[in-house]
């Protein structure tokens, strides 16, 4: 009912990817958790409430990190060809990215620290509209370092205004 | 070219500033006869007014400017020297306006406006403040080659101001905003001359029934409010006309006091859009803006605004002449009607999550309700918010006409944008997962030009790969479509996870097609509808075309 007749990009990204998203989501639930235990141990009055908080943080948080990483990366893929760069993404909502390359601005390879300690990157290819960058997410780094030069030249190449 | 100075007037346009802004000190001291410490506020504008025009006189002193083959270059500033150039391939925009002591010494602000829309930011706008008229038209020829020549002869008339627009532009909710300034400003102007109006209505407020008092304080409020719109409306408005030139560009111009002449390049323009305010669409209502690279959407002399608020119909068959097609007139595709029970499910839900809401912090703060009232709150508020979801289901819409991807949505204001297909660089697709159960997916085209994302929302699943390759030639979607994988069957060097959505079937039928069309390099349609019925080209007798 709701396939949409888009084909999937060929690949998929880097597993470790599932480490670094929960890592990440791990940490990102963590530092509101860990303040809102030092409110619990310190503020007596607002225990009764507190407490209640408290605990749906901590069922979130570990329901997010064990669920959305393993589903993120059956959802997550991408692919780079000569003429357009096609990424799909997301977990709950999924989207789909294509930009032609003759249209390609820029080419990013960025690794965040808890990237560098994983050993992955994330190749952002923006276009002249600000709603048009394409991101792929969390390749191994030497593979995104090779797309990122791939992409880089293919752009070079192809003649264009970018508008 | 040599470095030149702006034109020596400027010193008289500045002396006669200064001379003015003295006015409210003379009348306050030779008049009134007031102390210096009751008439503060006019000393404050006198001492402000000759700040600012002997600023004005060192601007003119240190500024220069030069128009050299390849670019516009200003100078000056006598503590901080600031420099600015644009090239002059990157010019957008030449526009010139005057106030009303300009005009009065025959002198024109130039505008040079730059830069790329959403990425950069605002629009880099050069101003050279300011030149004779002369030399004002002079540069405007020169920058702008294309939208030379004088004001209106040749030009073909594409609108102009009516009388009638004003009633369009009485009915804002900035009507209250603009009441409140001119009323704050009349009661400073009141202090200055020692009359406290404050006072004087608590005065007369004493005795009479506060109810009427505030009644007649609404209204004053409201016919203020009104007054200033339609003063300012008209002042900016006044004698609008919008022409197309010989040389290709749409030139709008404008002002009661202070004209303001804008020119837009036709060939930068991507489409345009026409938005409707949902509370007055029944008057016909409309905003018109063009979509074009290298204006800010939100600079309001500079660009984007191609028509002040006015009727639909002018609206309509202006963006008709303007595009030269009538794209933004033509019915669209509706949305399907799992779009509508996707929108009434977020009603309900809105509705609960208000009731619940609502209850919870009446219970925590004043205790007045009970979890009885949920019968009549909730109900109310189901009202409001399905009434929510029917109007913007029904603002949704899309097609592809003549070379436009046409797109409508909005709740509280209903924008159609027309938006020409080979601006299109770049797709999102995106889908929920209650999408993905509804059949629907939001599409979304990216462009350099204009907000830079044109959004169809919540079309039917199976129409997506169909509007995503509706291109000139499709090369930018194809590796985007089922084609690709119709060809090559199965993605290379991944396994194939066992797939859950019934894609395989389509697979394997379209892949005989696919090899049917691929002979001579026909694109072949593969359509799918509900249900999971294939149609392709073979299906209807013979590939179609795609």
Redesign the interface.
Known sequence: ????????P???VAPRAVAWWTLRGVLGGGIPLIAALVVFVSVESWRPWLGPVLVALVVLTAAHAAVVPSWRY?VHRW?A?D??V?ALS?W?????????L??VQTVDATRGPLQRLLGLATVTVT??????P?QLVALPDAEATEVAARLTATVGRTAGD?? | MTWLRLDRKVIAVDLVRAAISLVPTAIAAGVLGLQPSDAWPALVVAVLGVTRAAADVARWATTRYRITDERVEVRGGLFTRKERWIARDRIRSVGSDARLTHRLFGLRVVTVGAGLTGVAGATAALRIDAVSTTTARRLHELLDPAAAGPAQPDGELLARFRPSWILYNVLSIWGLFSGAGLIWGGYWLGRLFGYDAYDHARELADGAPIGWILAVAVLGFAAIASIGLVGGFVAAHWDFRLTRTAAGSLRTTQGLLRTTSVDREEHRIRGMQISQPQAWRWLGVADTTLITTGVSLWSTTGGATILPRGPVSVARSTATKILGSDVLTRPLRPAPPAALRRRLVKAFLWAAVGTTAALLVDARFTGRLSPADAAWLFPTLLVVSTAGAVLAYRSLGHAVHDGYLVVRSGLATRSTAALRQPAVIGWRVKQSFFQRRLGLATVIATTAAGQGAYVAHDIAAAEVAELVRAQPGGEQAEPFVDRRRVERGVPEDEPLRARSEPVRADTVHADAAGEAGADDGVLVQVRREPGDQVQTGRHAGGPELG
């Open positions: 009912m709701g396939d949409l007749g888009l084909h999937p060929r690949h998929r059956r692919e060809t003429d357009a096609y997301g709950f909502v999924r989207e789909w990215r294509v930009a032609p003759s249209r276009t002249a509209s600000a709603s048009g394409v970018a508008t």
